[in-house]
């Protein structure tokens, strides 16, 4: 499985400016900005983690890129240099407004390549064009389910990297036995072949994060896992986790109409009733919601 067979473009030269602690600061202060926890606002304020992030991309040549939570802008300048397009969706007005001109001051020559689009990236449903990468430092407040709903909507998003807390990025890549293996370890591997590509410091940002941060790399999958229904699928997943201590002959009793149910599914799929949901993949989930369809489940007719 490939992110990109096309030629790399250049990496973000250091000749290129891109925004510090001083320019983010000067525009903060011109638009009365003070970043909030509300809407999860830690500004990257280094250029060289900017290109680093840029680097471990692997953005191909011609690729539309979407971002979310631009912000004021640092990584969306990098995006500029390596993009073919760059479509930014941002929740905070004065912020979405900014942004254009910051890439007409910064990228005068690159600028009309970027679209911003105002909207709060759970509840967008289109695109003014299908992106083939996410490269984003996502809000850490929503960031894994901004994660799940782009992965979910927008089947061309191929691959990406996106900045998170660094425990949200270790359960997205955990694997089962894990400690952090859990609902957001199985959903994102539903898509996709998700691993940890690296560990982001707290002083590059502005305000500094109580904790480090780390870079999530995906893959999207190039077949489907199963031939069945992904919200079963999810539903299964959510009942397991929801009582980690319980057998999923427990667990799942809720989602398939009681224990003795729930133990026929199990054994059906060919997964012991007496095991727990965090030693699963997501291929056996996928089997446990394939035997439930067989069974007569839904999604909307049980816990989903």
Known sequence: MTESTAPLPPEPSAARPLLGPAEIRALAEQLGIRPTKTLGQNFVIDPNTIRRIIAAARLGAGETV??????????????????EQVVAVEIDPPLAEQLPRTAERFRPERADRLTVIEQDALRVQELPAAPSALVANLPYNVAVPVLLHLLGRFPSLRHGLVMVQEEVADRLAAAPGSKVYGVPSVKASWYAE???????????????????????????????????????????????????????????AGWAGSAAAAGEILEAAGIDPGERGEKLDVHQFARIAQAGAAAGLTAGARGA
């Open 66 to 83: 979407l971002e979310v939570g631009p912000g004021l802008g640092s990584l969306t300048l990098g995006l500029l240099d390596a993009a």
């Open 194 to 252: 998700v691993t940890k590509a690296g560990t982001i410091g707290k002083n590059v940002f502005w305000p500094a994060p109580k904790i480090a941060s780390g870079l999530v790399r995906f893959v999207r999958r190039d077949e489907p896992v199963a031939a069945v229904d992904r919200d079963l699928v999810f539903a299964a997943v959510d009942a397991a986790f929801a009582q980690r201590r319980k057998t999923l002959r427990a667990a799942l």
